[in-house]
């Protein structure tokens, strides 16, 4: 939770209206209000201002100066370091707040607690604002381990859909592997083209069985594998389909987890360029930056108009999600491609 909302803003201004009017009400019962002013005395608007509504504003002021200087331009510290923060700069802001608002009564010519008294004046808002703040970081606590519990609870569900599938990814692309090179061995050698396909669908399969028997790859094993892919989807789209892979070659030995790029790749074959008569082009783009692997995969399809629901359709999006949230606490970012279409991208 790194930035404040309008509704949270909203909640604090009525939390501070609210107890600056019972403040009102109990100076004006200790003040004998019930014999000058009346039962409802203390709706008089103007003693109303000077005596509670004016020093609420400025502790209001206050706590949004505080949240801004020791929260917001501190959102990249470790909670801890904005909770001393905060917690240093929280009587300092009072002291001010409190001459500031002495300076303005005295222009004013209204009262305020003279003397030693004027202690009060400091001691009451801060420790109001000790219990604002307090406040705010459980709130935030209490949000970020509702969002931990359900990313949890997702990757317990995708781990067991996992366990289920093993044995089935183990089975069967070895099967089809063996299966396909017959095919490929019984079909004449004058139609090379398909003992082509023949032999590169098998490779996928191939390539399939390890990457459930092992946690990483090379990444040239990985583009090896979507250049196969793109390569079949190719001979379906012919010149319809473009494709261009930029990879620094110092990247090559790269270990990643296998399976990673296929399916964003062909969820941007299949959603995005298949349904358009002229077809497209796909471009990854790979490279280093501050010792993190950064991918890029782009095409030039329809694009995605609502980019939040997206991950409850797809499995191929959802699961490389899940990977990334519990292999690398990354995330998979989906935003608009120019001139068109989708971008998708993520770093490990």
Known sequence: ?????????????????????IYRIVLWYLGDGYEREGLFGWVNLKGYWSMSGMQYVF???????????????????RTVVQIIFVALLIPVVAYYVR?????????LNEWHLPGKSGIWDWYIP????????GCFFAYR?????????????????AALKSELSALKAQLNPHFLYNIFNTISASVPSENEKTRHLIAELSDLFRYQLKASQVEKVPLHEELEFVNKYLDLEKERFQERLEVEISVDEDLNNEMIPPMLLQPLVENSVKHGLSSLIEGGKIAIHIFKKNDKLHFEITDTGVGIKDKTSVFDKGIGLTNTKLRLEKMYKSTLNLSDNTPKGLKISFAI
């Open 99 to 107: 001459e500031s608002r002495y300076l303005l009564l005295d222009y």
């Open 126 to 133: 801060t420790l109001f604002l000790y219990i604002q703040f």
């Open 1 to 21: 939770m790194k930035s404040i909302k309008k509704k949270e803003i909203l909640i604090i201004a009525l939390f501070y209206l609210f107890f600056s009017v």
């Open 141 to 157: 606590y209490f949000l970020e381990n509702q969002k931990k519990i359900k990313v949890e609870g997702e990757l317990k569900t």
């Open 59 to 77: 502790y209001f002021i206050a706590s949004i100066f505080i949240w801004f200087v020791g929260i917001k331009l501190f959102k990249k510290k």
